[in-house]
């Protein structure tokens, strides 16, 4: 699924994050969330997609019935939600 590089930490936040979303929108929502968080990151010409890219995506991608738990796993992983 992924086709660029990512911070290592943001990685496993965005996994950890789908984790607790139901089983039934699990795979989709990270399928969206890995595609525009690297067209976030290719927007600001990066090579490397980061927290801001993904925080980006979540907030456009993840449904709202689940946003709130999506934010909390990846604060859990020290990624900065403004």
Known sequence: MRTMEWES???EA???SVT???VFVRKRALRKIIEASEGNA???KSDIVQGPDLVAAAREKVPESVQDMC????RDY???IQ
């Open 20 to 22: 607790e979303m139901p």
């Open 78 to 80: 020290g990624v900065q």
């Open 71 to 74: 934010f909390n796993a990846l």
């Open 14 to 16: 965005l996994k950890f």
């Open 42 to 44: 290719r927007a600001r």
């Open 9 to 11: 930490n943001v990685w």
